[in-house]
Nanobody, 123 residues
Framework: QVQLVESGGGLVQAGGSLRLSCAAS????????MAWFRQAPGKERDIVAT????????LYADSVKGRFTISRDNAKNTVYLQMNSLKLEDTAVYFC????????????????WGQGTQVTVSS
């Protein structure tokens, strides 16, 4: 199983930007579909974005479309989440996930999780 470590979270004002990174090790990163999930206090963990093996497709939750961009760099074994125009409701712990396909990830079938990174958006 691939191991995942997120970084890049922090405190940002509404309207600001952050870029999250997720570094993978211990597996063949290029053979995994990747995703970002988030979980706000008292809420379920929801999928934010997925990126397929080979970067053929990128899919986003409606709540982040046009503001967030997922990308991957297979040479660096890293997946990114660029977050722009952040809103108060984007406050959550963000988790990186690896799976067999974007379909399985969207069904909640996750092979590996990262430990999460906190994103807090202030007014």
């Amino acid at each position: 199983q691939v191991q995942l470590v997120e970084s890049g979270g922090g405190l940002v004002q509404a309207g600001g930007s952050l870029r999250l990174s997720c570094a993978a090790s211990g597996g063949t990163f290029s053979s995994y579909a990747m995703a970002w999930f988030r979980q706000a206090p008292g809420k379920e963990r929801d999928i934010v974005a997925t990126i397929s093996i080979g970067d053929i497709t990128r899919l986003y939750a409606d709540s982040v479309k046009g503001r967030f961009t997922i990308s991957r760099d297979n040479a660096k074994n890293t997946v990114y989440l660029q977050m722009n125009s952040l809103k108060l409701e984007d406050t959550a712990v963000y988790f990186c996930a690896a799976g067999r396909s974007t379909t399985s990830l969207r069904q909640g079938v996750v092979g590996s999780w990262g430990q999460g990174t906190q994103v807090t958006v202030s007014s």
